[in-house]
């Protein structure tokens, strides 16, 4: 904790300091899970079992790879293999990109919470 949130922590009355306990910082599995509510929620499932279809399909493709007897066919299923996790880390990225608005928005709404509260005293 530094200085600047020591010095929030200190202005803020019990009850406020309850209410932001509520809403404080989630940990890392916190939230991955957090993706899944909330109105895109079902984008991030439908991305996850996509994700999954993907691993397996390249896995599937490397396996075709080793087992391939001329160069022409191991080139074409090591291609769709790369292309397979390529696609793996792209929906990756989005899941942590989501993960990480999802963070922003809730600091954003604690703001917006402590601006109201203000306003009402």
């Not at 493709?61 to 792209?90: N, P, S």
């Not at 929906?91 to 917006?112: C, G």
């Amino acid at each position: 904790m530094d200085d600047l949130d020591r010095k929030i922590s200190e202005a803020l009355s019990a009850e406020d300091k309850a209410l932001m306990g509520e809403f404080g910082e989630k940990g890392l599995f916190g939230q991955f899970f957090g993706v899944y509510d909330g109105k895109l929620g079902g984008i991030a499932i439908f991305a996850t079992v996509i994700t999954f279809v993907l691993f397996l399909g390249a896995v599937y493709c490397g396996w075709k790879f080793y087992g391939a007897g001329e160069a022409i066919d191991a080139a074409r299923w090591g291609a769709g293999g790369v292309m397979l996790m390529v696609m793996v880390g792209f929906l990756k990225i989005w899941f942590w990109m989501r993960m990480e608005s999802n963070r922003v928005l809730r600091e954003v709404k604690r703001i917006e919470l402590q601006l109201a509260r203000m306003q009402a005293k």
